[in-house]
């Protein structure tokens, strides 16, 4: 970093894209910027690893669509640059052509890149409209004097002390040889060049190799093995270069990916092949910060008190489903293609639960969505599900959701919970199963309520809870609790005081949710139930997990 730009550098912020830009061309490491054409494979690259973008010209056209040759203008391009800066952090190099036209055309262009952030700037010393260098022969140069005043017109311009101008040479790809590279290069060093990138289309790296020992460093140097890809990378660096850039890869493979997977679309005539092996949508929503988007909802939209808060019992393992919570929680277990969890919790957010609290235990660290709370039972082993609820106790509060982890059920079933009256309201399966010898290993949540469901599900009448409890008596027995319950602020308050009364009497740790409600009820407080027709399960052993593929 230059002692101007320490000076820009306050204690607390952190060095600009351009200054660190200009570090990486000055650090006595070899470097290297990947490259990227638009927004989404600029965080590509940034998520990668990559130190800095290389904004190439090639690539920037082709996914426009057009040819490298000036066919997009440089606003059009600026325009891309504005999306990429926007959206990473890290500094990015832009392939400026021949600076898009003469020495005020390059004024002009550095000041617009430096309000957007772009760290520097590569110009070749070629003439408008540019030609890609690997086509053609023998491509006209620039006069040495105009392209040194187009430097300075742009060192000259720039508004931030640390944006780098590159000056690019094209002597040995126009077959003019060294001694004219070499010639060039000082006159663009004398200029101003922060540094200059020496390119070449030979198959192997020997007259780069050979430019750089006799510049002997007298300022960084860049390279674009693109055409040389096999020379080892460590002989650049043992040349003492300053970057590679890595130049079109990220365009080519797109071109690569999008063909395979449009031509197997058209071929099969169905998506099903192609969607297990393209990222899924909601790896689109990441990568592009939906995340932030939610949070800033919350922070920023005038609340219309419908929001609602969940809270998700994911503690346990899960041990009847063997190898497959050997290493994460069944939450967290994959059913096509996402884990049971995420499933739910968007399940939940499209029924406007927006603050949803995860209870953890088992694997915890192995539960890592985001955009959610968390709360951690760690003595999840040895305690109930009433334990894992006094976690979240915090967020039992107002209109609120409570949910086991591992179910998954008809979206509609949540809007039916909303649409009830009742302070407590629970959702139970009218077309629940007999009880048969092979089972429960687990406890199964049956319920009895004033009214038995009419199992058309149009119009049930209001319906309350009278017991629950796995060992009701079949002829008791009105359908069975789905694990999915939900609240209004004073259903959230009778929640609170029984849990304080439970834990008074001693057994809050070792009780379940169905006690818990069981407890309300005979209490005399009306717990609403919502009858629904099947279409749930929750997920205990290998052959629910097999059925909740074929749920969904
Ligand atoms: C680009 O990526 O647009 C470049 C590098 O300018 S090259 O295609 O090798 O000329
Ligand atoms: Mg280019």
Known sequence: MTAQSALQVSADSPPSKASRFRAMLNSKNLEFLMEAHNGLSAKIVEETGFSGIWASGLSMSAALGVRDNNEASWTQ????????????????????????????????????????????????????PKTNSFLGDGQPLADIDEFCGKIKAGKDSQTHPDFSIIARLEALISGLG?????????????????????????????????????????????????????TPTDRFREAGISIAIWANHNMRASITAMRETSRRIYREESIEGVDKEIVKVRDVFELTGNDELSEAEKRYLPSDGEGHRGIVLAASRGAELGKLTEDKPKCMIDVRGEPLL?????????????????????KKDQINLPSLSYVDNDLYENTGELASLACARAAITGSCIIAYGDVLFRQYYLDQLFEHNADIVIAA??????????????????????????????????????????????????GEWIGLARMTERGSEIIRDEMDALQKEGKLNTAGLVDLFHRIANKGHKIGIVYVPGQWLDVDDASDLSAAGRFL
């Open 178 to 230: 060294m001694a004219e590279a070499l010639r060039r290069a000082e006159a663009y060093h004398a200029a101003g060049a922060d540094a200059v990138l020496i390119h070449s289309k030979k198959s192997d790296a020997e007259e780069v190799l050979a430019f750089t020992r006799e510049w002997a460093n007298r300022c960084p140097v860049v390279i674009v093995p693109t055409k040389y890809p096999w």
């Open 429 to 478: 399966d009218a077309l629940w199963k007999e009880r048969t010898s092979s089972d429960p290993k687990w406890v199964r949540d049956f319920i009895s309520a004033t009214v038995k469901s009419s199992q058309d599900f149009i119009d049930d009448k209001p319906v309350y809870l009278t017991a629950m409890g796995a060992d009701l008596a079949t002829t008791d027995i009105h």
């Open 342 to 362: 995420g499933r739910l919790v968007s399940a939940l957010k499209n029924a406007r639960v927006n603050d949803v609290t995860v209870v953890r235990g088992y």
């Open 77 to 128: 391009i600026l325009e891309v640059l504005e999306f990429m800066s926007d959206c990473t952090s890290i500094p990015i190099l832009v392939d400026g052509d021949t600076g898009w036209g003469n020495f005020n055309n390059m004024r002009r262009a550095v000041v617009k890149l430096c309000q957007r952030d772009i760290a520097a700037i590569c110009i070749e010393d070629k003439l408008f």
